[in-house]
């Protein structure tokens, strides 16, 4: 029985090993250009708190920029050369995420640090979604090859 789980085991870690990252990057973009679209066609997300923070311009359009900037960062996750692009993307949003941090915490936190409101939450997502970008990143410069597909 324990050759058998062992077998198993080995096997799924081949497919996660061959398949894993190009899943990861590919799920990402998805969601990206999910999360980012909605913004354009008028749905309500919390990026309008992450628009606020931005004083150089009016927050409704900003949620209109905000979002193409996440679909634009979707499709340079689906298409792999353009993958540091999204990383350049992501990461010059992450000062406006910490900003609202600092500028909204009222906001962002029921009680800070430990109780986040659904906009917090919101945003503690985007960074954990920038490091999920970072470990897709640091492969950049490699090659697929049959035992590893980026």
Same mark, same amino acid.
């Given at each position: 029985?324990?050759? $058998?789980?062992?077998?198993?085991?080995?096997?799924l870690l081949l497919i996660f090993r061959?398949?894993?990252?190009?899943?990861?990057? %590919?799920?990402?973009?998805?969601?990206?250009?999910?999360?980012?679209?909605?913004?354009?066609?008028?749905?309500?997300?919390?990026?309008?708190?992450? &628009? &606020?923070?931005? $004083?150089?311009?009016?927050?409704?359009?900003?949620?209109? !920029?905000?979002?193409?900037?996440?679909?634009? %960062?979707?499709?340079?996750?689906?298409?792999?050369?353009?993958?540091? &692009?999204?990383?350049?993307?992501?990461?010059?949003?992450?000062?406006?995420?910490?900003? &609202?941090? !600092?500028?909204?915490?009222?906001?962002?936190? !029921?009680?800070?640090?430990f109780t986040p409101t659904p906009e917090?939450? $919101?945003? %503690?997502?985007?960074?954990?979604?920038?490091?999920?970008?970072?470990?897709?990143?640091?492969?950049?410069?490699?090659?697929?090859?049959?035992?590893? $597909?980026?």
């Amino acid at each position: 029985m324990w050759k $058998y789980i062992q077998k198993v085991d080995d096997f799924l870690l081949l497919i996660f090993r061959r398949y894993g990252h190009r899943a990861h990057r %590919i799920s990402l973009g998805f969601l990206f250009l999910w999360f980012g679209i909605l913004k354009p066609l008028g749905h309500d997300t919390t990026t309008s708190l992450l &628009a &606020a923070t931005i $004083y150089w311009g009016d927050p409704e359009v900003m949620v209109h !920029v905000l979002g193409w900037w996440e679909v634009g %960062i979707g499709l340079c996750l689906l298409v792999r050369p353009l993958l540091r &692009a999204a990383v350049s993307l992501l990461a010059l949003r992450v000062p406006g995420i910490l900003l &609202a941090f !600092v500028l909204q915490a009222d906001v962002c936190f !029921v009680t800070f640090p430990f109780t986040p409101t659904p906009e917090g939450q $919101y945003l %503690i997502k985007d960074l954990a979604l920038f490091f999920a970008a970072l470990a897709i990143a640091a492969f950049i410069g490699e090659e697929s090859t049959a035992e590893h $597909y980026h």
